[in-house]
């Protein structure tokens, strides 16, 4: 089905952190299909690390569902060494979005498709905003000591050494700039039709109040958005990145964490082979 053909009556289904470098994810993403022929679905981030797996996957997920809704995560944005498409930081996430456009998919770059379904209409949001280590543990005050205490007790995620922020000095000015084009953005929108916020990280603090590790939520967002999903006229928020698949509300404003996460992680959960896909809307009566 090509972009533009939705029938109506289908559902808003999502994922993220499919995580395809496993064998077994991999597996999961072949056997992700929509019930419907008019079902959209959301992928927040996180398919893999090598751009012709993100390719492999999307062009995958654009030939079952009525219209595929990509937002980026850290792991896409690496520029990991098996890799051969080398490109660093903003380059790397033109490639993807041209990929994106291409295969027929919406990315952040693009405008925001509105979906028809039951519950609807819903202008669905892709965002990239970043992280910009304001998330920080207890008694940090600082970036700098957020980092040492990472340091110290060995949490310290892999986009230090592979997530390039170039031609930015550092991953919080490029937070600072995605924020500041996302949000005037965001305000121009017509309030009139409700949105599903869709991001990588969460955009509210509270859901990393749960990670295990807790000198890993400098790196799961920006205390930027904060205030987003009351300032804007928002039905749900669309998020992944922790691996702690759940719906939580904020403000009255539902917050689902679809991520699949990796093997041990699901398998840890009790799911043999876990679905893949998250109802978003209709709300009622989930399929």
């Not at 927040?44 to 809704?69: K, S």
């Not at 669905?124 to 008694?139: E, N, S």
């Not at 403000?251 to 964490?257: L, M, N, P, Q, T």
Request: glycine share 8%.
């Amino acid at each position: 089905m090509t972009a533009g053909t939705t029938a109506p009556g289908g559902a808003l289904l999502a994922t993220s952190d499919l995580h395809i470098s496993y064998e077994e994810n991999r597996d999961i993403v072949r056997g992700l299909r929509p019930k419907s022929p008019a079902d959209w679905l959301i992928v927040a981030g996180d398919i893999g690390e090598l751009v012709a797996d993100v390719e492999w996957t999307l062009g995958l997920l654009r030939e079952r569902f009525a219209e595929v809704v990509w937002a980026p995560g850290n792991h896409e944005l690496w520029t990991h060494p098996s890799d051969p498409v080398q490109l660093r930081g903003v380059e790397r996430y033109q490639r993807l979005v041209e990929v994106c456009r291409r295969l027929g998919v919406h990315s952040p770059e693009d405008p925001y498709p509105v979906w028809p379904g039951p519950d609807g209409p819903l202008r669905i949001a892709p965002l990239f905003v970043g992280y910009d280590y304001t998330f920080r543990p207890p008694g940090a005050a600082t970036k700098e000591q957020a980092l040492a205490r990472a340091h110290d007790t060995g949490v310290v995620c892999a986009d230090e050494y592979l997530l390039h922020p170039d031609p930015y000095p550092s991953r919080e000015a490029w937070c600072r700039a995605r924020v500041a084009a996302t949000e005037e953005r965001l305000a121009a929108l017509d309030p009139v039709v409700p949105t599903v916020l869709v991001n990588h990280y969460p955009l509210v603090r509270q859901p990393t109040d749960v990670l295990y590790y807790p000198e890993f939520a400098q790196w799961c967002g920006t205390t930027a958005t904060a205030d987003w999903h009351t300032r804007f006229n928002v039905a749900a928020v669309v998020y992944g990145h922790l691996h702690i698949p759940r719906v939580t509300h904020y403000d009255g404003v539902r917050f689902e964490e679809v991520s699949v996460g990796y093997p041990r992680e699901w398998r840890r959960r009790g799911e043999a082979v876990p679905t893949g896909l998250r109802q978003i809307f209709p709300e009622a009566a989930k399929r």
